[in-house]
């Protein structure tokens, strides 16, 4: 590898595992600093943020899960996590900006909520069944090929994954409210078999 690589991380983080696993896929491999989220100090003086994951490549500190898989594949495309045809690029973007700025929103709200002096049990009841008809959809997605937009493990998996595997599965020293609600409202019956199979599938693929 022409140039070390630095990964800013914390434990049981979501964010962190996306770049992990995109890291693997290609065997590239990183120097961790992992870091506490009472002390952020040293991700905001490389960063000038306070959230991780945080790459440094070389001169380029690069910050936000999706960016970090952007960079890994303008700079190592083999093996791929983003589609050469044009089309499917921008399918997999369009999945991509609707997982961050639409799915996600869902889970943060009832955290929102549940850390507040009087909790909305209403409201985080309906953003709870938003985030249980989402799995029919992923269901869906995964109908005739192994991963969420084809047979290829692609950027999608490495972003959805570490969310949607808490229907299935949680290290129990993980308390984190944010993924006790994950857990709460994804958990996976009768109906969602390919999702189920689908989280076994990437659980066995490593991280960086």
């Not at 083999?78 to 700025?101: C, G, H, I, K, M």
Request: proline residues 7%; aromatic residues 8%.
């Amino acid at each position: 590898m022409a140039d070390a690589l630095l990964l800013y991380r914390a434990p049981f983080s979501t964010n962190v595992e996306r770049v992990a696993l995109a890291l693997a896929h290609r065997g590239l491999e990183v120097e961790s600093v992992v870091i506490s989220y009472e002390d952020r100090s040293p991700v905001v003086e490389v960063s000038g943020q306070g959230l991780v994951p945080v790459l440094v490549d070389d001169d380029a500190v690069v910050f936000d899960s999706v960016r970090i898989l952007r960079h890994l594949e303008a700079k190592w495309p083999d093996p791929p996590l983003f589609p050469r045809d044009p089309a499917r690029r921008a399918e997999l973007d369009v999945f991509l900006d609707w997982f961050n700025e639409v799915w996600k929103v869902t889970p943060n709200k009832i955290e929102e909520e549940l850390e507040g002096d009087r909790p909305d049990e209403q409201r985080v009841e309906e953003h709870a069944a938003r985030m249980r008809s989402s799995l029919v959809l992923f269901e869906a997605l995964l109908d005739g090929r192994d991963h969420l937009l084809g047979d290829d493990f692609s950027a999608a998996d490495c972003a959805a994954f570490p969310f949607l595997k808490y229907g299935r599965l949680r290290d129990p020293a993980d308390d984190e409210l944010f993924h006790l609600i994950l857990e709460e409202h994804l958990q996976l019956g009768d109906k969602h078999p390919r999702l189920s199979a689908w989280i076994d599938r990437v659980n066995e693929r490593p991280r960086a």
